[in-house]
């Protein structure tokens, strides 16, 4: 076991869409408290704020985990920029721990597993979360928008590289360390508000 599973135990990860966010409760990475999405019109409106606050008021979080969108290669912008600083702002204020993870270390979490690509670590972590496999969206079309189920997915996957990042990984630790995640057993139904 790392030192950030020990130190962390819940992890509330948020992952801003167009117009609101998606977000995943979890205690260490192998149990999902709860997940969702909020459609609020726009992903830097005031109430997206406030539902981030809520949230983090009812499940207490130890870490609050969002994407770094100041790395360089990332594509956050404009509102969904102005969300995840205003996240960092509130938790840091509610005495709350941010973890800013940058995309390309979920993408090097889940390299060794040959899903790579975003719609991949979302059925990599579908296997393994059966709770959300009904969330999964379709493929997507090139003429498609973005599923807004999509958010919940990288709300998860940010958490996990949080949650795998806390020790250097050698070539083979990391798929050691994702074989044992996809082999967990999920029969176990884990959704559900546990305060």
Known sequence: ?????????????????????????????????????????????????????????????????????SHAGARRRGRAQKL????????????????????????RLFEDTDRATKRQIAQTIAGHFLELAPRLPPVRKAWMSEDPHMSIFDAVAFALAFYFQAEPLGPGDRSQQLRQLQSHDSSQDSHGARP
């Open 1 to 69: 076991m790392d030192f950030r599973r020990e130190i962390y135990r819940r992890v509330l990860s948020v992952d801003p869409t167009t117009r609101g966010f998606g977000y995943a409760v979890l205690e260490g990475p192998t149990f999902l408290v709860d997940w969702g999405t909020r459609d609020l019109g726009r992903a830097d409106s005031p109430r997206a704020l406030a539902h981030v606050a809520q949230l983090a008021d009812h499940y207490r979080p130890e870490v609050v985990v969002v994407e770094d969108a």
């Open 84 to 107: 995840i600083d205003a996240i960092a702002e509130l938790a840091a204020k509610r005495g709350i721990d941010v973890a800013r993870i940058p995309r390309v270390h979920v993408h």
